[in-house]
């Protein structure tokens, strides 16, 4: 045991984030488990997204100044509401309403100009100019210019410390470590132009055009080496060209937005959003006087419940990034096999996995991508037990005797037992055993992470099909486990997403990336986790897909 735990301290800046898919499964099924009520929405097409229940608005009763607000439930309120320093969903939320992008992503997955009229991308995919839409003002007034989108953009990287995309401009890491004059990569030939250069071309730079824009003036004086200082100083808020400004109340556990005067489009009934972060005790009462209009609740909350039995809430299923899967062990000379791998994958229906309790945590994944996607493929590998059975019936002749795949668990994880048997069910009617093991934590770690003493193995992988460097952990060893897959198909369809530098040929790159994958099977997908969108059934013109869809529309949402 002690040897075990020397191991263990000598590995743990590796196994940290190892742990932590270990355990994501244990903390999901903490509240209200054994709930058997089936979850699953269906999609009807008016908002892209799954309904669970329609809403009834009838017990409803507002006045016209309750009419004209609109109440936001946020649970992680901290009051940095700054583009540059939201790191709560909440104070994203937030930020969302007010500051709008240079493009926006659709549910859909593509981006779109929102205050860029288009974007260029050079041919070696460098420079993007972008060119401004004509007409955009800020709330105070103030016409949008190209100086306050590089102003934006340096301010992403300034408190980022440089982050996705933004490091990569050409000269930012000598303007973090001394901001006292532009970088390089960031220039505005004129009012309406700004040309964004990079070091080298990578999909990654895409996420620099999603930038959301504030007032620039804070690099007013750049020279002085003050920029950063003053930004921090509107950390709490900042001025924007969306449809709504910082109301006097805006601060800590609370913001209160008010129409702008100044936006471009016409705003229609709600003139106040307020978000609010109102105590556990006094949801209920809140609920029962209708004083919330919408709420992003995940499916282990213990407020969940008192939500879902509202019944004014118009009810979605909002899919995450988050994928539940099977990794197979390639020292196992069965699973270093195709066709068995589309054997356990086939097997599995994952609308029947994940019936009752599961579905309150997770909606069905065939493929690796979120669905109805543009990053999707047209080969995902459906449930369909009697081929799941003849690939294992011809696995069989050329290796006769039982086939057994070895699941560890940890022990008194009720979901992650769930899961497992599901799939022990299953995949045993294809005629492959599972034998689930229920391990206590410290032998889980050792067995599956020192020892590799598993076939198969749960865990949580996140794949943003946005971010298509997130899909170079497909074609490598995960958490230093030997489940890596070396197919050469797979490993050059990653290499081309890799180098993809505009929004359709990331697109597309990611979605052969996704084609591959069905082929060759690296992990077998099970579920992706999800949230509840809860939307007041008095409310109409929104649109959900994706979540901050709705937030960016909130001035077209109309009250019955």
């Given at each position: 045991?002690?040897?075990?735990?020397?191991?263990?301290?000598?590995?743990?800046?590796?196994?940290?984030?190892?742990?932590?898919?270990?355990?994501?499964?244990?903390?999901?099924?903490?509240?209200?488990?054994?709930?058997?009520?089936?979850?699953?929405?269906?999609?009807?097409?008016?908002?892209?997204?799954?309904?669970?229940?329609?809403?009834?608005?009838?017990?409803?009763?507002?006045?016209?100044?309750?009419?004209?607000?609109?109440?936001?439930?946020?649970?992680?309120?901290?009051?940095?509401?700054?583009?540059?320093?939201?790191?709560?969903?909440?104070?994203?939320?937030?930020?969302?309403?007010?500051?709008?992008?240079?493009m926006r992503r659709t549910g859909k997955g593509a981006l779109f100009p929102e205050l860029a009229s288009r974007v260029d991308v050079s041919d070696d995919g460098l420079a993007y100019t972008v060119r401004l839409r004509h007409g955009?003002?800020?709330?105070?007034?103030?016409?949008?210019?190209?100086?306050?989108?590089?102003?934006?953009?340096?301010?992403?990287?300034?408190?980022?410390?440089?982050?996705?995309?933004?490091?990569?401009?050409?000269?930012?890491?000598?303007?973090?470590?001394?901001?006292?004059?532009?970088?390089?990569?960031?220039?505005?030939?004129?009012?309406?132009?700004?040309?964004?250069?990079?070091?080298?071309?990578?999909?990654?730079?895409?996420?620099?055009?999603?930038t959301r824009v504030q007032k620039g003036d804070f690099m007013d004086g750049l020279a002085d080496g003050q920029a950063f200082t003053r930004l921090q100083m509107r950390a709490q808020g900042g001025v924007g060209t969306g449809a709504?400004?910082?109301?006097?109340?805006?601060?800590?556990?609370?913001?209160?937005?008010?129409?702008?005067?100044?936006?471009?489009?016409?705003?229609?009934?709600?003139?106040?959003?307020?978000?609010?972060?109102?105590?556990?005790?006094?949801?209920?009462?809140?609920?029962?006087?209708?004083?919330?209009?919408?709420?992003?609740?995940?499916?282990?909350?213990?407020?969940?419940?008192?939500?879902?039995?509202?019944?004014?809430?118009?009810?979605?299923?909002?899919?995450?990034?988050?994928?539940?899967?099977?990794?197979?062990?390639?020292?196992?000379?069965?699973?270093?096999?195709?066709?068995?791998?589309?054997?356990?994958?086939?097997?599995?229906?994952?609308?029947?996995?994940?019936?009752?309790?599961?579905?309150?945590?997770?909606?069905?994944?065939?493929?690796?991508?979120?669905?109805?996607?543009?990053?999707?493929?047209?080969?995902?590998?459906?449930?369909?037990?009697?081929?799941?059975?003849?690939?294992?019936?011809?696995?069989?002749?050329?290796?006769?005797?039982?086939?057994?795949?070895?699941?560890?668990?940890?022990?008194?994880?009720?979901?992650?037992?769930?899961?497992?048997?599901?799939?022990?069910?299953?995949?045993?009617?294809?005629?492959?055993?599972?034998?689930?093991?229920?391990?206590?934590?410290?032998?889980?770690?050792?067995?599956?992470?020192?020892?590799?003493?598993?076939?198969?193995?749960?865990?949580?992988?996140?794949?943003?099909?946005?971010?298509?460097?997130?899909?170079?952990?497909?074609?490598?060893?995960?958490?230093?486990?030997?489940?890596?897959?070396?197919?050469?198909?797979?490993?050059?369809?990653?290499?081309?997403?890799?180098?993809?530098?505009?929004?359709?040929?990331?697109?597309?790159?990611?979605?052969?990336?996704?084609?591959?994958?069905?082929?060759?099977?690296?992990?077998?997908?099970?579920?992706?986790?999800?949230?509840?969108?809860?939307?007041?059934?008095?409310?109409?013109?929104?649109?959900?897909?994706?979540?901050?869809?709705?937030?960016?529309?909130?001035?077209?949402?109309?009250?019955?």
């Open positions: 045991m002690k040897k075990i735990r020397e191991l263990l301290q000598k590995r743990s800046r590796l196994l940290l984030p190892v742990i932590a898919a270990a355990c994501l499964l244990a903390a999901l099924a903490v509240w209200h488990w054994g709930d058997i009520q089936s979850y699953l929405g269906t999609f009807l097409g008016q908002v892209d997204l799954a309904t669970v229940r329609e809403g009834d608005a009838s017990g409803l009763q507002k006045d016209d100044a309750r009419r004209r607000t609109l109440n936001i439930y946020a649970e992680d309120l901290t009051g940095a509401f700054n583009p540059a320093f939201a790191a709560s969903a909440g104070d994203r939320a937030v930020s969302s309403a007010v500051f709008e992008p240079v955009v003002r800020f709330s105070d007034g103030d016409e949008l210019t190209s100086r306050d989108v590089c102003a934006s953009i340096a301010a992403m990287a300034l408190a980022s410390g440089g982050g996705r995309g933004y490091a990569g401009i050409r000269g930012m890491e000598g303007f973090l470590a001394r901001p006292v004059d532009w970088p390089e990569g960031l220039s505005m030939p004129d009012e309406d132009t700004a040309v964004i250069t990079f070091d080298s071309a990578s999909p990654d730079n895409l996420a620099v055009l999603e709504y400004v910082f109301g006097a109340e805006s601060m800590g556990g609370q913001a209160v937005l008010t129409r702008s005067d100044t936006y471009r489009r016409g705003i229609q009934d709600i003139g106040t959003v307020r978000f609010t972060s109102v105590s556990f005790y006094d949801v209920p009462e809140a609920l029962e006087a209708g004083d919330i209009d919408l709420a992003l609740v995940s499916g282990e909350s213990p407020l969940f419940q008192s939500f879902y039995d509202a019944p004014q809430f118009t009810i979605y299923e909002k899919p995450l990034n988050q994928l539940y899967c099977l990794e197979m062990n390639r020292n196992h000379s069965a699973l270093r096999r195709s066709d068995v791998r589309r054997a356990v994958s086939l097997a599995i229906d994952r609308d029947a996995l994940l019936e009752g309790g599961l579905s309150r945590y997770m909606s069905p994944a065939a493929g690796l991508p979120l669905p109805h996607t543009a990053f999707c493929a047209d080969n995902e590998p459906d449930y369909d037990g009697k081929a799941a059975r003849a690939l294992v019936d011809a696995y069989y002749q050329q290796a006769p005797g039982a086939l057994t795949l070895r699941l560890p668990i940890v022990e008194g994880n009720e979901l992650q037992r769930a899961l497992a048997d599901g799939v022990r069910r299953q995949v045993g009617k294809a005629g492959i055993d599972v034998e689930v093991v229920a391990l206590a934590q410290q032998d889980y770690l050792s067995e599956v992470f020192l020892q590799n003493n598993f076939d198969l193995y749960l865990t949580a992988l996140s794949l943003d099909g946005a971010d298509a460097s997130a899909y170079g952990q497909l074609t490598g060893d995960r958490d230093s486990l030997p489940v890596g897959i070396q197919d050469d198909a797979l490993t050059q369809a990653v290499s081309e997403a890799m180098a993809a530098y505009t929004p359709d040929r990331a697109a597309y790159a990611v979605q052969a990336v996704n084609r591959a994958a069905n082929e060759t099977l690296p992990v077998v997908p099970l579920a992706h986790g999800k949230q509840f969108l809860m939307v007041s059934a008095d409310l109409k013109g929104y649109s959900a897909s994706p979540f901050t869809g709705l937030l960016d529309n909130l001035w077209n949402i109309r009250v019955r």
